[in-house]
Structure formats: C-alpha cells, structure tokens
C-alpha cells in the first residue's frame, strides 16, 4: 500500500539532516514485580520481540523516488524486522541514573533509517537499584508528543496483575478503550487538518475570515504583545547551528507543591512550570555570562477546551494551538516573573480564543514557520530567531499504571532540539509527580544537568514568593 505524505511530514523529513534527527522519545523506569526471577528482563524482551500482528503505524517506511515522481509517499516494510527495532541493552556499573541518562542521550542522537519504519524501542537493565527501564523513540512524522503520550497510556493497564499485555506496536483488540486510544495515538501531528495549511494561505473556503485574523495577530507581533507569531526575541546562545550529539536531564517534582504555589498567587499549574523554566533559564545564563537584557521568549503549545474557548468544531474536542510567551528572564523578582508568565498567557489565550479552530491552526503554523523554514533553507543563525526555545507541558496518566505486573515508577519525554534552538523542555504529569525532560545540544547548552539544579532553586524560591 501507498500512501502520500501529507506536507507537514515531508517538513520534518526534509528539515532533517545529520546534525538535526527528528525523533521525539520517552523513557520509562519500572519496578519490577515482587517474585520477579532473575530471568524476568531476558523473558519479558522475548515476549516483546515474539509480536506478530504490527500495527500499520509501525510498518510504514518514507519512500521518495524516481517511481514516486520524486514525492515523499509511506510504503510498508515487506521485510519487516523486529530485531531490529527491539532491543535490550545493559547499563555499565555502577548503575546510576547518571549511566542511564548517558546511555538515553547517545540513543536521542542517531537519526532514524528511513529505510525502514521510523522507531525503535530499547528495554533497558542493569540499574542498581532492580528497576527497569524503556527508552522509545519515534519520528515526528509519525507522531507528535501528544499522540506519543497516548500511545504509552494505550499500552498500559491500572491492573497490577495483567499479564501476557501485547507490545505497543502491536494491533490491540477491535473494540473496547484500547482500540480507541490506539487510534487517537495515531493522530499524528503530521495529519493536522489540510485545510489549516490551505487556510493559512489564504486558499479556499476555509481562508474565510484569516485575514482579519492574522492581521490583528501582526498588529499584536509589531506592539510587541503576546501573540500567536513573535517579532522581538532576543538571540541568545541557543539561537544557532547545533551539532549531532545531545544530552538528556530528567527529574520530577510534586505535582502539589506547583498547584500550591498556583493557587497562592492565582496563577494556574502550567503558568508556575513555565516560571520554574524561566527562572532556571535565567540563572543557567546568569552563569555562563550570556542572559540578554530583553526578556526570552517561549513558543508554548495550548489547548483551549470547547466549552470554555467556544471555539471547538461540531465534533468537539480541543483546539490546540501555540502562543510566544514572554518568559520574563529581564527580571530578577521570581513572583515579577511568573505574573509576567502568567498575564503573557493570558493574552495568548484570549488572542487565541477570538480564532476559529482553523485559524488558531493556521496562526500557530505561521509562527512556527520560521523554526522549520530556517533549517529547511539553511539560514539558522542568519535570520532573527522566531522564538528562543520551546516549553511544552503533556498531561499523562492520573492513576498507578503497569506493564505486564511492572508498576511505573516514572515517564519522562525527550524531545527534538533544531537550528536556531538548541534546547526543548517538555514536561509530563504522572499520578503526583511534574517530570521534567530537558533535551538539548551536546556543546551548544553546556552543562545541561545544570538546569534541573535550577529548577529545583526556583521552585523554592516561588514558594517563599508567595508566602509558603
């Protein structure tokens, strides 16, 4: 079977060169079972490889050629390996999370062979501490962070005592939950409305309206007020050409301490997460000598519920679009910065809110533009960045979950660093806990575990802000 690539697919693919993979990953540390026997990781890594009903999502190969005209089309692999996508690896001693971390960063550097489907999946053993890790990692043409979020939760089950699960790539059953969260995890970012493109350019019936959209977006960009595109970002030191190798930090923070300091100052969960990133940005460049006078500015992905932005479609649903939030790094108060944070949100929000779903698509598409485009005609570091880094945060499980009898213990994302942004901070939820992933360039963003020494600071340091 052949099918075409939609144009948002064919952008992270021709985006992508050596230095730059576009995969998104996730790694997942488990608790093995009580009872668990010694031969418990090599049986559950047979098990894993003895799948035989794949998924199409993880057949399908990208094929450009001379038969295909030159145009990007997915095709299935005849010759399907699954050795090769599954592997087991083992982490040198003494088995710290800082050897785990080492392992995952070397992983999140290769690029993907696009002559074969675009993921791979390694079970990890030999942490100190009996646990046992996953480390995913698949192309942005296939799924965005989300969709990747879902597919881990389809894989799951609240039962402890669940055996014989199928693997995440294999087909679950016809009916039931699991199937339905399948097939929301294989809504891919790359299958985004065409309409959204064609609306952005002003073609068809769906333009109707965008003009006076967009230009009270760019009248908002030029006054420098919060808005779907940004005009005024600083260049900083990780607005330029990145290398191959990344380096991966994680760690977790009560899911109560931020929702206790959101509702001392009237501020929501994500704004505090993004103050936590912007006072730790600010002292990691404080260090290093190189914090700009302007304030940095974040793209932030968001989701406007239906029945408050009254925006949804008549199928429901989010509307999911991205604002440039000024993160406020020109200021020293900690309490100053996450007021900033937080009314910069809500003049996005509020811009957003007056959009259609079409248009809020098609905005968030303009103002990444520049992000993709840059790396596509090699002018990262030429032309003025667009944005300074990206903060997204992912809601995942709200309850204990398992795999095969293995509690999750925690999930933390690793996501894509770009030319022109060498840093990307993604954050997911999971039962009590905010779990941090910071990915960025190897030598760009120096001393990247820095941060996580940061953030942890800043959390403190809101706390005492608003009076806890």
Known sequence: MVQPLDPTAVGFLFAENHRMPMHVGGLQLFDKPEGAGRSFVQDLYAQLKSSDDIAPLFLKHPVRSVRTAGQWVWEYDDQFDIEYHVRHSALPKPGRVRELLELVSRLHSTRLATERPLWEWNLIEGLRDGRVAFYCKLHHSLLDGVAAMRLLQSMLSPDPTQTDMPAPWEIRPSTGKSRDAQERAETSLAELPVQAVRSALGIGAEAVGLPSALIRTLNKSVRNQTSALALYAPRTMFNQQITAARRFAAQGW????????????GTTMNDVVLAMCSGA????????????????????????????????????????????????????????????????????KRALAAMTPTQIVAMSALGQAPAILGPMLKVSGVVKPPYNLIISNVPGPRTTQYFNGMRLAGTYPLSIPIDGMALNITCNSYVDQMAFGLTGCRRTVPHLQRLLTHLDSELGALEKATGL
Do not use: C, F, W
Not at 254 to 265: D, Y
Not at 303 to 325: Q, T
């Open 281 to 348: 940005v600010r002292s990691y460049l404080l260090e290093l000598e190189a914090l700009p006078d302007s304030t940095l500015i974040s793209m932030v992905p968001v989701g406007l519920k239906a029945k408050e932005s009254h925006i949804a479609s008549e199928k429901g649903g989010n509307a999911i679009g991205a604002v440039m939030v000024k993160l406020g790094t020109d200021r020293a108060d900690p309490a100053d910065r996450l007021q900033a944070v937080h009314q910069s949100m809500l003049d996005g």
């Open 254 to 265: 009560p899911l109560e301490r931020i929702r206790t300091v959101g509702k001392a100052s």
